[in-house]
């Protein structure tokens, strides 16, 4: 590896032959073999019967468009407001709705309204009330958020009006709610939908997304899941991760993570929160993330911290913690710039002794000339681990959906360059 440029273990871990780069140490191979062994298929969906095949295991009807229709291109309005990533987004997730609609009629048990958790400003439930002709309740934490989604809503019906198209006007406005989500939306979700309910969880983060499934199981009209997770090492509800100061050790050990596990299968075993931020992390995008004007100098300043917190401190919990995101600019932000931001809240207790054992001539350092070619070569292995991990986080939340009696599967809704967390859990009630 010291001799191995880091152009090519990038290369070599987003090949999809095991034979490209004659040159990579054998051991290296195996690792790769191994990592790919254990992940789901991140590949993307190429066309939607491809997409019906996935999540219903049948290829019994052919209705389907060849390739996926750019809804949220159709209309001028909705265009300019939605980045080609979201766009990418809700293209397929519109198609994947419409694919459970059409099942659960043939079910007999059409789908009367849709539920959208963490709308943000609306505009996925803005077209599924567009395209999918649904009644649909938009759940937003953010009041902000919220309220630029109505004033969205309110320019849509007015320009749609104008409309020549059915498919272009916007008939009824998704009820929107602003409020934190809890166990207790599935009473609200009962209420609303008429018979059966889809709901839609986009990229909710950390044990967000535990709640939603929790919702799932406990509303007797939502009939039908899609569900994707991000940002897996955030606990929102664990006081743990959001108080700065260490909690006590019994107490420490006796929190169990509401991220990881959920299921009996995985029961008792254990996911860092290293771990799971490491499953955040994707191969195909490592080229743009490791990049010279992609890079994040801040890597290298938070590795080099944690050499003087383990001099500070032999406590375990002082060691390898999550810290504030700092912004470094290039021959500007120092060492010590970096540490007071970083250590703002979490490791704070640790600020005033870690300062006073880093001599100053490193303190005065620019985080830039931190860099190290080796760290990287290292971090690219380290990353590359990701989507394992993140494959174990999924599967737990699909054996959870299984044990309740409940058919899952995990589908590469997005193509995983332009939206890295692109593996959807689609799960059903029948």
């Given at each position: ?70 809804v949220s291109s159709s209309n001028a309005f909705i265009r300019k407001r939605i980045k080609p990533k979201k766009q990418h987004e809700i293209d397929h997730i519109v198609e994947l709705i419409s694919q459970i609609q059409k099942y659960m009629e043939m079910k007999e048990d ?16 803005r077209i599924i009330s567009l395209r999918n002709k649904l009644p649909v309740m938009a759940v937003e934490g953010n009041q902000e958020f919220t309220l630029a989604a109505n004033s969205l809503d309110e320019k849509l019906v007015h320009t749609s009006a104008k409309q020549q ?55 007797r009209k939502a009939k039908a899941l899609v569900l994707l997770g991000c940002c897996y090492h955030k606990e929102f509800q664990c006081f743990h991760f959001l108080n700065p100061t260490p909690v006590n050790k019994e107490v420490s050990e006796n929190l169990k993570s509401s ?172």
């Open positions: 590896m010291r001799t191995y440029y880091l152009e090519g273990v990038i290369s070599f871990l987003n090949s999809e032959s095991q034979n490209a780069a004659s040159d990579v140490p054998e051991s290296l191979r195996k690792l790769k073999s191994l990592l790919e062994s254990l992940q789901y298929n991140r590949k993307c969906v190429d066309n939607p019967e491809e997409l019906w095949n996935t999540w219903n295991g049948t290829s019994d009807l052919k209705i389907f468009e060849n390739e996926f229709v750019r059409p789908i009367d309204s849709l539920v959208d958790i963490g709308a943000g400003v609306g505009h996925l439930s198209k059915n498919d272009s006007r916007l008939e009824k406005l998704p009820v929107r709610y602003t409020t934190f989500v809890t166990d207790q939306l599935a009473t609200k979700i009962d209420d609303f939908s008429t018979k059966s309910s889809i709901l839609v969880g986009l990229h909710c983060c950390g044990d967000f997304s535990s709640t939603v499934l929790n919702i799932f199981l406990s509303s991220v990881f596990p959920l299921s009996r299968k995985w029961s008792g075993f254990e996911l860092s929160y290293l771990h799971r931020e490491l499953a955040c992390h994707s191969n195909e995008n490592m080229s743009r993330r490791f990049s010279e004007d992609k890079i994040d100098m801040s890597r290298y300043a938070r590795a080099y911290l944690e050499k003087w917190i383990w001099i500070v401190s032999e406590s375990p919990d002082d060691r390898n913690i999550g810290m504030c995101s700092v912004k470094c600019v290039e021959e500007e932000t120092t060492f010590e710039e970096y540490i007071r931001k970083a250590m703002s809240k979490r490791g704070k207790h640790l600020l005033d002794r870690v300062l006073e054992i880093i001599p100053k001539t490193e303190l005065s350092r620019y985080v830039s000339t931190l860099r190290s070619s080796q760290f990287d070569k290292f971090d690219v292995l380290r990353q590359s681990f990701g989507p394992a991990i993140e494959s174990v986080i999924i599967d737990d939340r699909l054996e959870l959906l299984r044990e309740n009696g409940i058919t899952a599967k995990c589908v590469p809704l997005f193509d995983p360059t332009i939206s890295s967390r692109n593996l959807a859990i689609v799960a059903y009630k029948v």
